[in-house]
């Protein structure tokens, strides 16, 4: 009967202890500050600057020239990354604001001008662009999220960097006020 009880008294432990089911599929975050080298288990990346821009100007699959307005504010995330072990290809970044809302790179922007488009190579830093669109209002306080892609696979437990932009409210409402008419992604990538 000891035996049971403290078997009961264990198994209570550990389920106040022990981590939640949703826990298991949680990634496994590396963090960091704007123009910090944050390393990840197959990643490290670096944000070099954050950009406003009403507009965006960039080539289409086609090669062609395209303008394409915002309907809050396009904001410019300026990125560098170098895969750990082997090629690595980013799936699509993310912006998570102090609101707790997630903001996914913008599709309005071809792909190919953007850091999710090259593997990144062990060794060497890739320079690229990630795209987002939102309210202005929700810039304040705001994080980039990168992880590679995983393509089909389900993988529990992956790899993310979360970078603080270092934009308090203050900074953001200057970005904001001073944002370009257009932003020219030509020849970035």
Do not use: C
Not at 24 to 29: F, I, R, V, Y
Not at 132 to 148: C, K, Q, T, V, W
């Amino acid at each position: 009967m000891l035996a049971g009880v403290a078997l009961a008294a264990s198994a209570v432990g550990l389920q106040a202890f022990g981590s939640g089911i949703a826990d298991h599929d949680a990634p496994l975050t590396s963090t960091g500050d704007i123009n910090e080298e944050v390393t990840g288990s197959r990643i490290s990346a670096r944000v070099k600057a954050v950009h406003a821009a009403k507009a965006i100007a960039a080539k289409n699959a086609r090669g062609e020239q395209e303008r394409v307005t915002a309907k809050g504010i396009f904001v410019i995330v300026e990125v560098g990354a170098t895969a750990t072990w082997e090629p690595q290809q980013f799936g699509p970044p993310r912006l998570l604001t102090s609101s707790g809302r997630r903001y996914v790179a913008s599709d309005r922007v071809e792909q190919t001008s953007t850091i999710t488009h090259p593997y990144i190579q062990p060794g060497w830093w890739t320079e690229g662009v990630t795209v987002f669109e939102i309210p202005p209002g929700e810039l304040p306080d705001s994080r980039i999220l990168l992880a590679p892609s995983s393509g089909f696979i389900i993988e529990p437990n992956g790899p993310e960097i979360e970078i603080d932009l270092g934009l308090d409210e203050a900074a953001a409402r200057r970005l904001t006020s001073t944002a370009k008419d257009v932003y020219e992604l030509a020849g970035r990538n």
